[in-house]
């Protein structure tokens, strides 16, 4: 469940970073920063609002994990193939998408470690998504964060 407390450790910032998280772990038990993760974004987004948090999260995944046009399409319909399976907020979203039906279903079953893998897009939104505690919020936010990946890299309806 906590996946973002799971890291590859491939530079000095992460390593650090990952010294800094294991130590206050070791301290203060996961489920407290665990806990303390989910708040951080729920203060996030009360504080920034639901459009700003959404447009930093993107904005990370963006500069950080999607290096191509390939990542980005691929990164997109893996989220519409999952989002075609949920609630009605992610049903309207797919609906909405400008990707047909068939463009998206089956996406999951071709992903490659570039989106999928440890330090993919995929992971990433996951640990974003992860931090919230609203079910709701959570697909509400993950389904902005995946449109504002488009907007970036001019997939589906921005094309």
């Known amino acids: 469940m906590f996946n973002f407390l799971k890291r590859k450790k491939n530079n000095d910032v992460s390593s650090f970073l990952s010294d800094l998280v294991d130590e206050r772990i070791s301290k203060e038990g996961i489920e407290t920063v665990a806990a303390r993760a989910n708040e951080y974004t729920d203060n996030l987004i009360e504080r920034d609002g639901f459009e700003e948090t959404a447009s930093l999260y993107a904005a990370m995944i963006n500069k950080n994990k999607i290096h191509s046009h390939k990542v980005a399409l691929q990164f997109v319909l893996e989220e519409l193939d999952a989002a075609r399976q949920g609630n009605d907020t992610a049903i309207n979203f797919v609906n909405n998408s400008g990707f047909e039906e068939n463009e998206y279903v089956g996406a999951m079953a071709n992903s490659f470690e570039e989106v999928d893998g440890s330090d993919g897009p995929q992971q990433m939104i996951l640990s974003q998504i992860m931090s919230v505690s609203s079910m709701d ?23």
Do not use: C
Not at 139 to 158: F, N
């Open 137 to 159: 919020t959570k697909v509400k936010l993950r389904v902005t964060i995946v449109d504002k990946v488009m907007q970036e890299w001019k997939l589906g309806k921005y094309s």
